[in-house]
């Protein structure tokens, strides 16, 4: 696709709250809540967070909720109807939207973390988390996936880095040589440094490979929850700093902790534009890197 061809997209970013439900409809109304409201607003791509599903363990038994091992298991019952119930909502309002993500057993039985993108003639896919966390190796049980993949929808090509994944540029550097115009980052951190992380990672990933990025985060106290518990973050979409885009790269971003929608309009052409017009030529120098890494000499003595 060349830029000129290029959509421009009014994506949404969801800072997302943690919550108990009563019953399954309970969920299936705040979903609908929170859809509703982005479509209405005008955005036609929907960005959930990492790890928003884990609100359905709210309705498990109370000594299921407070086991880690227990609530991954509890929650494989409801994984279908709760995929269907955003597919539905994406169909229904036309857009494209990623699902928030939720553990998901594998035929083999192990867990991964997986999201799924919907769009508006149904089920694009999923992608799997990359790389784990200490948390998720070491306490949780939940593995890495295997493969990323490039999302041909309305809304652009799209990539999808989930939280931790977004700290390693490879990830990004391939997803952005498959063609990926937009890359989606939703992500659950339990503190102020892990956000943090999270979110510069995001920004450098843009610059890097003068890209859009998209980050969705948890909010809020899940108490019930030891996996959800504590939920820090901010939303925000970012981009390159250069040519037509802020120079600190935010395009939007939250400035508090409420639950609700950071909104933009991104211009996939001009950012694309970047790469072969910008004040700087990351994407394209990054063979020079590589050229000067595999020479055995300095970043310095190569300029």
């Given at each position: 696709?060349?830029?000129?061809?290029?959509?421009?997209?009014?994506?949404?970013?969801?800072q997302y709250?943690?919550?108990?439900?009563?019953?399954?409809?309970?969920f299936?109304?705040?979903?609908?809540r929170?859809?509703?409201?982005?479509?209405?607003?005008?955005?036609?791509?929907l960005?959930?967070?990492?790890?928003?599903?884990m609100?359905?363990?709210?309705?498990?038994?109370?000594?299921?909720?407070g086991?880690?091992?227990a609530q991954?298991?509890?929650?494989?019952?409801w994984?279908?109807?709760?995929v269907?119930?955003?597919r539905?909502l994406?169909r229904?309002h036309?857009?494209?939207?990623?699902?928030p993500?939720?553990?998901?057993r594998?035929?083999?039985g192990?867990?991964?973390?997986?999201?799924?993108?919907c769009g508006?003639?149904?089920?694009?896919?999923?992608?799997?988390?990359?790389?784990?966390?200490?948390f998720?190796?070491?306490?949780?049980?939940?593995?890495?996936?295997?493969?990323?993949?490039?999302?041909?929808t309305p809304?652009g090509?799209?990539?999808?880095?989930?939280?931790?994944?977004?700290e390693?540029?490879?990830?990004a550097?391939?997803l952005?040589?498959?063609?990926?115009?937009?890359l989606?980052?939703?992500?659950?951190t339990?503190t102020e440094a892990?956000?943090?992380?999270?979110r510069?990672?995001?920004?450098?990933?843009?610059?890097?490979?003068?890209v859009?990025?998209?980050?969705?985060?948890?909010?809020?106290?899940?108490p019930?929850?030891?996996?959800?518990?504590i939920?820090?973050?901010?939303a925000?979409?970012?981009?390159?700093c250069?040519?037509?885009?802020p120079?600190?790269?935010?395009?939007?971003q939250?400035?508090?902790?409420?639950?609700?929608w950071?909104?933009?309009?991104?211009?996939?052409?001009?950012?694309?534009?970047?790469?072969?017009?910008?004040?700087?030529?990351?994407?394209?120098?990054?063979s020079?890197q590589?050229?000067?890494?595999a020479a055995?000499?300095s970043?310095?003595?190569c300029?």
């Amino acid at each position: 696709m060349s830029a000129n061809s290029l959509p421009a997209v009014t994506a949404a970013a969801a800072q997302y709250p943690i919550e108990a439900f009563a019953d399954f409809a309970d969920f299936q109304a705040k979903a609908v809540r929170w859809v509703q409201d982005a479509a209405n607003r005008g955005a036609e791509l929907l960005v959930f967070p990492e790890y928003g599903a884990m609100e359905l363990a709210s309705l498990l038994p109370a000594c299921e909720q407070g086991d880690l091992v227990a609530q991954l298991q509890g929650l494989q019952p409801w994984r279908d109807a709760f995929v269907e119930t955003w597919r539905e909502l994406a169909r229904e309002h036309g857009v494209t939207l990623l699902a928030p993500s939720l553990p998901w057993r594998l035929d083999d039985g192990r867990f991964v973390n997986r999201a799924w993108l919907c769009g508006p003639d149904g089920d694009l896919g999923h992608q799997d988390k990359q790389v784990m966390t200490r948390f998720e190796n070491d306490e949780w049980g939940v593995d890495a996936g295997h493969g990323l993949r490039v999302f041909d929808t309305p809304a652009g090509r799209l990539g999808v880095l989930i939280c931790y994944d977004s700290e390693f540029p490879l990830l990004a550097r391939a997803l952005v040589d498959a063609g990926a115009d937009i890359l989606l980052v939703p992500s659950c951190t339990d503190t102020e440094a892990g956000f943090q992380r999270v979110r510069l990672s995001a920004q450098a990933r843009a610059i890097e490979q003068q890209v859009a990025i998209v980050h969705s985060p948890t909010v809020g106290e899940a108490p019930w929850s030891p996996a959800v518990d504590i939920n820090i973050g901010r939303a925000g979409v970012y981009t390159p700093c250069d040519h037509g885009f802020p120079p600190d790269g935010v395009l939007s971003q939250a400035q508090d902790a409420r639950p609700g929608w950071q909104f933009a309009r991104l211009d996939l052409a001009g950012i694309r534009a970047l790469r072969d017009h910008g004040q700087v030529n990351n994407h394209a120098d990054w063979s020079l890197q590589d050229a000067c890494l595999a020479a055995g000499v300095s970043q310095e003595s190569c300029t």
